[in-house]
C-alpha cells in the first residue's frame, strides 16, 4: 500500500516528532489487527494514494471510522515501526536472497492459502503486477499492464473464484546461493503446481507457459494443461499455421494418445493454436 505523508519531512524526523507526539506504549495484539484491518478499509476504498491527513480529517470529508480507531499520529507511528523479519539478521540472510525482508510472512501467507482452502478442479496460472514506484531493485515495467510500474508476481489461483493457491514474486537474478535456480516459465508452472500434484486437476496458462515438454511432465503429475501455444514450436503442423485460404471460423484438429492440437482462424490471415491434455474430442461450446 502507498499512502502519502508530509512532503518536507525525512523518516527519522518524522518519527522522533511521533513518539514525543503519541508516546512509545506497549502495541497489543488487538491494536496490530486494527492496523491491518484500517489498510483493508483504505484499500478497498480506493483511498491508497490519498494524503493520510485527508483520511483523519473531521470536517466531513475524512473516513470517521479511522479516527474512532486510532488517532493520526499513532497511525503513522506504527507504519514506520512496524517490519516482518528480524533486522538483526536481516543482513546476512540478504547475501543470499533479495527478498530476505519479507520473504518469512510470505511464506506463511502461502502455506495459510493452501491450508485455508480447496481449490476447485480448474486453476489458472498467469502473472500480475503489483503497482509500486518505491525503492526496489527488482521493479519492473510492463507497458500493457495498468500500472506500467510493479512488482511482478506469478500467481496459481483458482479459475472459479480467483483464490490464491501457491505465489511467487520475481526478483530477477537471484544472488548466488540456495535460492538462485532457474526461472524460465516451465520452472514457474513446475514449481507453483507443486502443490496440487496428483490431483487431477487441471491448469490454463497462456503461450508463454505452455509448451509439449511442460504437457508430459504434467501428466507424470496426474494433472492437465490447457493453453495457447507459440506458432513458432516445433510441434506445430504447417498447415496449422495462419494463411489466407483458411476461413474465418475454421478449426482444425489433430488427436494423439494423451492431448488434442487445435488450430482455430477467428478472422482471415489469424491462427490461434491450443493444446489440452484434458479434451479428447472435436466438441466445441
Given at each position: 500500500m502507498k499512502l502519502s505523508n508530509a512532503p518536507t519531512s525525512t523518516c527519522r524526523e518524522s518519527s522522533i516528532i511521533l513518539q514525543e507526539n503519541v508516546g512509545v506504549r506497549?502495541?497489543?495484539?488487538?491494536?496490530?489487527?486494527?492496523?491491518?484491518?484500517?489498510?483493508?478499509?483504505?484499500?478497498?476504498?480506493?483511498?491508497?494514494?490519498?494524503?493520510?491527513?485527508?483520511?483523519?480529517?473531521?470536517?466531513?470529508?475524512?473516513?470517521?471510522?479511522?479516527?474512532?480507531?486510532?488517532?493520526y499520529d499513532r497511525f503513522l507511528f506504527l507504519l514506520q515501526c512496524i517490519h516482518f523479519d528480524d533486522l538483526q539478521t536481516r543482513l546476512g540472510r540478504r547475501q543470499t536472497d533479495k527478498l530476505a525482508p519479507i520473504c518469512t510472512i510470505l511464506d506463511i501467507f502461502v502455506k495459510n492459502c493452501q491450508q485455508c482452502y480447496n481449490t476447485s478442479e480448474f486453476t489458472t496460472i498467469d502473472e500480475m503486477l503489483h503497482p509500486f514506484r518505491g525503492h526496489c531493485s527488482f521493479i519492473q515495467y510492463i507497458p500493457n499492464k495498468p500500472a506500467k510500474y510493479g512488482v511482478k508476481i506469478f500467481a496459481l489461483r483458482d479459475a472459479k473464484t480467483f483464490y490464491c493457491n501457491n505465489q511467487e514474486i520475481y526478483c530477477g537474478k537471484q544472488l548466488p546461493g540456495p535460492y538462485d535456480m532457474r526461472k524460465t516459465p516451465t520452472d514457474i508452472v513446475k514449481q507453483l503446481m507443486?502443490?496440487?500434484?496428483?490431483?487431477?486437476?487441471?491448469?490454463?496458462?497462456?503461450?508463454?507457459y505452455t509448451n509439449i515438454p511442460l504437457l508430459h511432465y504434467l501428466l507424470e503429475k496426474k494433472t492437465t494443461l490447457l493453453g495457447t501455444m507459440k506458432k513458432n514450436k516445433c510441434e506445430t503442423p504447417p498447415e496449422f499455421l495462419p494463411t489466407k485460404a483458411r476461413k474465418s471460423g475454421e478449426s482444425m484438429f489433430r488427436f494423439q494418445k494423451d492431448k488434442v492440437l487445435v488450430s482455430l482462424v477467428p478472422k482471415q490471415n489469424k491462427a490461434v493454436i491450443l493444446v489440452s491434455s484434458m479434451h479428447d474430442s472435436r466438441v466445441m461450446d
Open positions: 506497549k502495541i497489543s495484539r488487538s491494536e496490530i489487527m486494527a492496523l491491518l484491518g484500517l489498510l483493508y478499509l483504505i484499500g478497498t476504498r480506493k483511498e491508497h494514494h490519498a494524503n493520510v491527513r485527508e483520511l483523519w480529517t473531521a470536517n466531513g470529508t475524512g473516513v470517521q471510522i479511522l479516527r474512532m480507531c486510532t488517532s507443486s502443490p496440487i500434484e496428483n490431483s487431477n486437476k487441471n491448469v490454463t496458462a497462456d503461450n508463454w
